[in-house]
T-cell receptor, first 116, second 119 residues
Framework: GAVVSQHPSRVICKSGTSVKIECRSL??????MFWYRQFPKQSLMLMAT?????????EQGVEKDKFLINHASLTLSTLTVTSAHPEDSSFYIC????????????FGPGTRLTVT | AQTVTQSQPEMSVQEAETVTLSCTYD???????LFWYKQPPSRQMILVIR??????QNATENRFSVNFQKAAKSFSLKISDSQLGDTAMYFC????????????????FGKGTKLSVIP
């Protein structure tokens, strides 16, 4: 149980286009979902926190108009990278929190975005 | 704001031996949680072990155990009987206790330690 999926696992897009990444909790309802960015050989950097039905809370320095997050249901959150540039190329990871406690946070397998 | 420091970028250990990964953190919070996550080459983050700050007893999970020193703000991970499958990046993470049950419970990660288990 407690599986989080991400789609796609890899995506290549042209500079200037937009790309959407989906994060789904497959067997539980996620009260909160988190989006992270990970550069090669570096740690996870939290981009934003989203709760179902409300606007996402973005970390300082993350452009909310560029990284659009929608958490339309308790099992689905999407991250849309708008007007992508090569510097947006990175590994994007989502995680989902189950319940109200501090422990139940499960990670997706990540999405590799390459902007050409 | 909380910070998590992992001072060992890379480590190696012989198969079946024991290795300890270091982690220190800085916080003004009294109630919090600490975690070790493993990220193998597949990039899938896996929870290894967690520790509640209010518990004095060190957490253990099979071959994995921690040495939690609250006063020193230290949280090291010991891996016993290392196996080839333990080869991965290991991230130490901090989570503060939220004031309400509906808090976001965000994780703050260290930079990671790359562990290689040598056959």
């Amino acid at each position: 149980g407690a599986v989080v999926s991400q789609h796609p696992s890899r995506v290549i897009c042209k500079s200037g286009t937009s790309v959407k990444i989906e994060c789904r909790s497959l067997d539980f309802q996620a009260t909160t979902m988190f989006w992270y960015r990970q550069f090669p050989k570096q740690s996870l950097m939290l981009m934003a926190t989203s709760n179902e039905g409300s606007k996402a809370t973005y970390e300082q320095g993350v452009e909310k108009d560029k990284f659009l997050i929608n958490h339309a249901s308790l099992t689905l959150s999407t991250l849309t990278v708008t007007s992508a540039h090569p510097e947006d190329s990175s590994f994007y990871i989502c995680s989902a929190r189950m319940g109200q406690g501090p422990y139940e946070q499960y990670f997706g397998p990540g999405t590799r975005l390459t902007v050409t | 704001a909380q910070t998590v420091t992992q001072s060992q970028p890379e480590m190696s250990v012989q198969e079946a031996e024991t290795v300890t990964l270091s982690c220190t953190y800085d916080t003004s919070e009294n109630n919090y949680y600490l975690f070790w996550y493993k990220q193998p080459p597949s990039r899938q983050m896996i929870l290894v072990i967690r520790q509640e700050a209010y518990k004095q007893q060190n957490a253990t999970e099979n071959r994995f155990s921690v040495n939690f020193q609250k006063a020193a703000k230290s949280f090291s991970l010991k891996i016993s009987d290392s196996q080839l499958g333990d080869t991965a990046m290991y991230f130490c993470a901090f989570m503060k206790q939220e004031d309400s049950g509906a808090g976001s419970y965000q994780l703050t990660f260290g930079k990671g330690t790359k562990l290689s288990v040598i056959p």
